[in-house]
């Protein structure tokens, strides 16, 4: 596979990511959100583990292996239960980008577990996203504590499961750099995600399964696609492609999210909502050129060069 091919796979499970908000609001929507969830994930992998099978448990870290799989799986129950209990397809939307300020808490995780060096951008880069979610919540360009109050009150498990899968999939990317060791347990994931799921169900009395006409169907599959098939492109890419051109695009992925959730649920969102969303793609991606400091120094001294010789 060539890599420019790989580049444009791995680039397609940033759309199908960015899809997921609008298409499991909407199967939420329409059967319930325990339901809507849970065959979602359970067509997800049955998709996962045509594609991967199991791991090789003999050379896979028994640590890495619990470990992950707890993060993955809290992380993914969070994340699809702040959409679904959402109480509109706006804040559907305005949830997932709280969700979305994982890029930055996963540097700032790397630099706490001394995987990254500090650098003072990367707290700009934070802040800079943290003002996005409060610009979005106040409604306008000047801090409005009581709008912020107002909005979290009106459902706050879903901002508290956005943030708390934030903060989960940051220290789960950590687990992973530390100790996978090239090992993809991708398939125990989603499978451990769809036995929970039917067994709160089982637990709940929750079985009954309501008839799903055509289009619902294809809903479903295509959500179930975008998340599994999701991981499985992205894999691809980052093995294969090139994975700086992959790594700056996902940084896009709250305004490609918002974007495709309003065609999908057919929403309305504001001048403020898109300014604030795009402060959190900035921060974080503020947050990944922190990072690479080193690599644009040459840029950085190019650019200057040829203004001293302009001047």
Known sequence: M????????????????????GLIKHICAQVGSDLGITLIYTFS???????????????????YLLLSTVLFIAYELCFSFAIGLSKSSQQAIEVSIVNYLWPSLTILAFVIFKELKFNFLIIIGLLFSISGIIYIQ??????NLESILHN???????????????????????????????????SIFFIGI?????????????????????????????ASAA???????????????????????????PVISSILAMLILKAELSTSFWQGTLMVT????????????????????KLKKRYLQLK
Do not use: E
Not at 195 to 221: A, C, E, R, V
């Open 2 to 21: 060539s890599k420019n091919l790989a580049t444009w796979i791995g680039l397609s499970a940033i759309f199908m990511w960015a899809s997921m908000v």
């Open 45 to 63: 992998a049955l998709i996962v583990f045509a594609i991967f099978r199991f791991p090789n448990f003999k050379v896979i870290s028994k640590k």
């Open 138 to 143: 106040s409604g306008s360009s000047s801090f």
């Open 152 to 186: 979290f009150q009106t459902n706050p498990i879903s901002y508290v499961l956005a943030f708390a899968g934030a903060i989960i999939w940051a220290f789960y990317c950590v687990v992973t750099k530390k100790l996978s060791q090239g090992q993809n347990p991708i």
């Open 194 to 222: 769809a036995l929970i799921l039917w067994l709160k169900l089982y637990l709940g009395n929750q079985l009954s399964i309501p008839h799903l006409d055509f289009t619902m169907f294809i809903y479903l599959i295509v």
């Open 227 to 253: 998340v599994g098939l999701g991981y499985a492109a992205w894999n691809i890419g980052i093995i294969h492609g090139n994975i700086t051109v992959l790594v700056v695009s996902s940084y896009f992925t």
């Open 282 to 301: 900035f921060g974080s991606l503020f947050c990944w050129i922190s990072t690479n400091w080193n690599a644009f120094n040459p840029i950085f001294r």
